[in-house]
């Protein structure tokens, strides 16, 4: 059994930045792909960022490549999402997901563990 909690989330000025945290509970998450999704106001959910440590790749969607950065503490058992020149179109549920033995995937339907979200608020 793995828990996740996302934390970080708030509202910034277009522009600005946030890190939004995802810790980790209970199994150890050693070979796991990490994967970050949002989910706007009446928009589908949308593959973020994700990497793997059985692979060690590491992908980003277009729309935030260049702009945030996924990374990992294997000491706290967290991964990390550092979010750069924020605009009012990344405003949404932000969620972080595992998946043992995975691959860094944008499919959701490949994670088995879910994060209960953190809202991320862009102002114009």
């Known amino acids: 059994q793995v828990q996740l909690t996302e934390s970080g989330g708030g509202l910034v000025q277009a522009g600005g930045s946030l890190r939004l945290s995802c810790a980790a509970s209970?199994?150890?998450?050693?070979?796991?792909?990490m994967g970050w999704f949002r989910r706007a106001p009446g928009k589908e959910r949308e593959f973020v960022a994700a990497?793997?440590?059985?692979?060690?790749?590491?992908y980003y969607s277009d729309s935030v490549k260049g702009r945030f950065t996924i990374s990992r503490d294997s000491a706290k058992i967290a991964v990390y999402l550092q979010m750069n020149s924020l605009k009012p179109e990344d405003t949404a549920v932000y969620y972080c997901?595992?998946?043992?033995?995975?691959?860094?995937?944008?499919?959701?339907?490949?994670?088995?563990?879910w994060g209960q979200g953190t809202q991320v608020t862009v102002s114009s």
């Open positions: 990497f793997s440590w059985t692979g060690g790749n590491v």
């Open positions: 997901a595992a998946d043992p033995f995975g691959l860094a995937t944008p499919d959701p339907n490949e994670y088995d563990y």
């Open positions: 209970g199994r150890t998450l050693t070979n796991y792909a």
